[in-house]
C-alpha cells in the first residue's frame, strides 16, 4: 500500500491544503479505541469508518471536521504521514484544488478522487475578501506604514484608493465572481476573462463585469488593468501564465494578487519586473513552494505582501467544510449515494 500513497501523493512540498482519505474497517479489536465526546471508550466488532487527514499543515481542517463528528463514534478522524495510509476508498482534499493528488495513479488503483466547491462553503467569499485586504494592503502601503509606525511618523506614506481603479480577474469562476460583487461598492472598473462565458453566469452576475473576454484576451486586457488578480485553478495549461510576456504587457506599475496557486506566477519574471520597478506591487497568499522561505529575496521589496495560504482559512468556510467531509463519511458509512462533492474521475 506504501507505493500506492507514494504514487498518488506527489508533490507534498507543493501549495496544496490537507488532503484526506476514507476507509472502512470491519470487526475492531477489543484493544481498538474510538473517539467519543471526548472519552475512549473500547468497541467490540464495530463498522468503523475512518477519515484519515494526510499531512501536517492545516491543522484546523481535522480539528473542525472532528469536532463536526464527535457525536457519531462509529466515524473515526485521524491524522497520519502519507506513507501510512492504508487501503483508501475516496481522496478529497479540504479546499478546491487537487494539484497535490495524482488522479491518474488514483483512477489506476480503482480510488475515486473528489473536490470540495467553493460555491456554497465560505471558500470563494473567503478568498475573495482576501484579495481584497492584499489589493488594499499594497494600495495603503503596508509595510511603508510600519516602518512610520517603527519611525513614530505621522501623514507618510501617502497611499492610494480602489476607487476608480481597473481590476482585472484573470480566470472568472466562483471566486472572481465573489471577488466582483466585493468590488463594485469600491466603484472599481471590473474586467475579467473566462474560456468560455456561454451559460456560466446569470443575468444578475452579468452586470457585476464591465467588460468580459475569452483567455486569448488576457494580454490585451492586462494592458488594461490597475491590479491583475490571479483567480485560474492550476493545471498543465495555465502553470506560468503569468509569466515576462503577460507582465510586460502590464501597466508599468501595476499591481499583481495571487489568491489562487503559486504555480500561476512565474517565479523569475515576477522578481526581475519588481526590481526594474515595472511592478508596481506583489501580493500573494499563495507562493511557488510552500512553507514559504522566510529568507526569500523577493522579501527585500517594500511593496511585497505574502500571507501564508490562509485565504479559505476562516472559521465559517472550515465548518462548512467540516460539514461536508463529515456527511460524506456518515453516506460512506451507510452504503448511501455520495453527495455535495465534485468527482473528477
Not at 487501503?87 to 470540495?116: H, S
Not at 522561505?293 to 505582501?305: M, R, S, Y
Not at 501564508?308 to 472559521?315: F, N
Request: charged share 20%.
Amino acid at each position: 500500500m506504501y507505493k500506492i500513497a507514494k504514487a498518488t501523493f506527489r508533490n507534498r512540498g507543493s501549495s496544496v491544503a490537507s488532503l484526506f482519505c476514507y476507509l472502512q474497517t470491519r470487526s475492531i479489536s477489543r484493544q481498538s479505541k474510538v473517539v467519543k465526546t471526548k472519552t475512549m471508550v473500547e468497541k467490540e466488532d464495530m463498522n468503523v469508518t475512518r477519515v484519515l487527514f494526510c499531512g501536517p499543515h492545516f491543522p484546523n481542517s481535522n480539528n473542525f471536521t472532528r469536532e463536526y463528528l464527535q457525536p457519531y463514534p462509529f466515524i473515526q478522524v485521524d491524522v497520519v504521514p502519507i506513507p501510512e495510509v492504508p487501503e483508501m476508498k475516496l481522496i478529497m482534499q479540504y479546499g478546491v484544488g487537487l494539484e497535490g493528488v495524482d488522479i491518474d495513479a488514483a483512477t489506476k488503483y480503482g480510488i475515486k478522487v473528489a473536490r470540495i466547491p467553493s460555491e456554497g462553503t465560505g471558500n470563494a467569499a473567503s478568498c475573495s475578501e482576501m484579495a481584497i485586504y492584499l489589493m488594499l494592503g499594497l494600495l495603503k502601503k503596508q509595510n511603508e506604514m510600519q516602518i512610520s509606525v517603527r519611525s513614530r511618523l505621522l501623514g507618510v506614506p501617502a497611499g492610494d484608493t480602489l476607487f476608480g481603479k481597473t481590476v482585472f480577474i484573470l480566470g472568472y469562476g466562483n471566486i472572481g465572481r465573489e471577488l466582483a460583487k466585493r468590488l463594485k461598492p469600491f466603484e472599481s472598473r471590473v474586467i475579467a476573462t473566462k474560456r468560455s462565458w456561454t451559460a456560466s453566469i446569470n443575468d444578475s452576475d452579468s452586470s457585476l463585469v464591465d467588460e468580459k473576454g475569452s483567455h486569448e484576451d488576457i494580454y490585451t486586457f492586462a494592458g488594461k488593468a490597475d491590479i491583475v488578480v490571479v483567480c485560474l485553478t492550476l493545471n498543465k495549461e495555465t502553470a506560468d501564465v503569468v509569466n515576462n510576456k503577460f507582465i510586460c504587457s502590464m501597466k508599468k506599475g501595476a499591481l499583481l494578487i495571487n489568491i489562487s496557486r503559486g504555480g500561476l506566477i512565474n517565479y523569475e519574471s515576477t522578481y526581475e519586473n519588481l526590481e526594474s520597478g515595472h511592478l508596481g506591487g506583489l501580493g500573494i497568499d499563495v507562493a511557488w513552494s510552500e512553507p514559504f522561505d522566510p529568507n526569500d529575496p523577493i522579501l527585500k521589496f517594500k511593496n511585497v505582501i505574502i500571507t501564508p495560504h490562509v485565504a479559505g482559512v476562516t472559521e465559517y468556510s472550515y465548518m462548512s467544510m467540516a460539514k461536508i467531509v463529515g456527511d460524506v463519511a456518515l453516506q460512506l458509512h451507510e452504503g448511501l449515494p455520495l453527495t455535495g462533492i465534485e468527482f473528477v474521475n
